[in-house]
């Protein structure tokens, strides 16, 4: 536990009663507009956020965005900023224009970094700009290897921390993190949680996974699923049926 953290005043705010339908977020991993708008039908009313990383957007750019947006979806842009505060504020107000309603920066930007890219996100206060902090395909020799100590717990909390003192409205972590995360640093900002498996399902290639249940418990605000959904026979069931298991 690194020494003087501070802690977060929480003023009230809980992600913790959050609407299921507010928490399932899902990942549009594919390479054409056609294949995320045929993932969008098949899901339906059963998903109201969708996340495009940088494969689709390197694939198709802000057109996909726009069209999400147009037709009423919420996007989450996963780019992962990662520049000179300049130049990360400059994307993160296009972002904004585009009507995004959550983009992803990498805390280790320094505080500067993620002050701008709040700063400019700030004519879209429903915008939450969420920090990335140790990516999950990182061990603690590759932490060590580029020079940064300790347990990857400490890390993530020590990035969180920067990350909310700056502004950001949450962090993107795994189940296996927010544990500690809600318990330093409170309720009040969200948790985005990737590597969910729902309870029964094929856990494909991932290998620390976690049911969406567990990961709600373990303090998760929101959820990210990809391939089960995506890859279903039947995406709307697949959702609904992770929606149940969420409390839908
Ligand atoms: O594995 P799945 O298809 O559900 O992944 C959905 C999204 O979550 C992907 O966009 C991937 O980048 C992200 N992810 C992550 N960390 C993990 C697993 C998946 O950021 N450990």
Redesign the pocket.
């Known amino acids: 536990m690194p020494a003087a953290l501070p802690r977060i005043r929480d003023g009230g705010l809980t992600y913790r009663n959050l609407d299921p339908r507010q928490r399932l977020i899902v ?1 549009l ?1 594919v390479s054409t507009a056609a294949a995320a708008q045929k993932i969008v039908a098949a899901v339906g009313e059963s998903a109201s956020t969708y ?1 495009v ?1 940088m494969q689709l957007y390197t694939a198709e750019g802000p057109s996909i965005v726009r069209d999400l947006v147009a037709s009423g979806k919420r996007v989450f842009l ?1 780019l992962k900023y990662h520049d000179i505060p300049n130049t990360v504020g400059a994307a993160a107000s296009e972002a904004t224009r585009l009507g995004v309603s959550m983009l992803t920066v990498h805390a280790s930007g320094s505080g500067k970094m993620l002050k701008a890219a709040v700063e400019a996100t700030s004519t879209r206060p429903e915008l939450m700009v969420l920090a990335v902090t140790v990516l ?1 395909s990182m061990d603690e020799s590759d932490l060590d290897k580029i020079g940064m100590r300790g347990t990857i717990q400490d890390s993530v909390l020590r990035l969180a921390s920067i990350a909310l003192e700056n502004g950001c409205k949450g962090v ?1 972590a ?1 189940a296996h993190e927010a544990l500690r995360l809600r318990s330093e640093l409170g309720e009040a900002f969200a948790i985005v949680t ?3 498996r729902p309870a029964g399902g094929n856990v ?1 290639d ?1 290998v620390r996974v976690v049911t969406p249940a567990q990961a709600i418990a373990s303090g998760a605000s929101h959820i ?5 959904i995506t890859e279903a026979a039947d995406p709307a069931a697949e959702a609904r049926a992770i929606l149940s298991q969420i409390g839908a």
């Open positions: 990942a991993d996340k990383g996963d999950t993107v795994s990737p590597g969910v494909a991932q990210v699923v990809g391939r089960p």
